[in-house]
């Protein structure tokens, strides 16, 4: 399953947030050397309660609209 993920770093403390279409997530790691993208990994697999080895950003490493894909 691919879903669609708008990423806000920089953020005081972490938090997902359920949109129409799409996931927010705000992330506490600065956009720099992937520290966001791994928090943001980190995030997800907390919110959806599965190891973070299931889950991969298969579009939009350098943005801040990503598809993430949940491996079975």
Known sequence: ????VKVIP??????VERREG???VRVDAPPKK???NQR????????????KTKLRIVKGLRGRIKEVMIID
């Open 10 to 15: 920089n953020a005081s403390r972490p938090l």
């Open 22 to 24: 799409y996931y927010l």
């Open 34 to 36: 992937g520290k966001a």
């Open 40 to 51: 943001l990994i980190a995030i997800l697999a907390g919110y959806f309660k599965i190891p």
């Open 1 to 4: 399953m691919i879903i669609r």
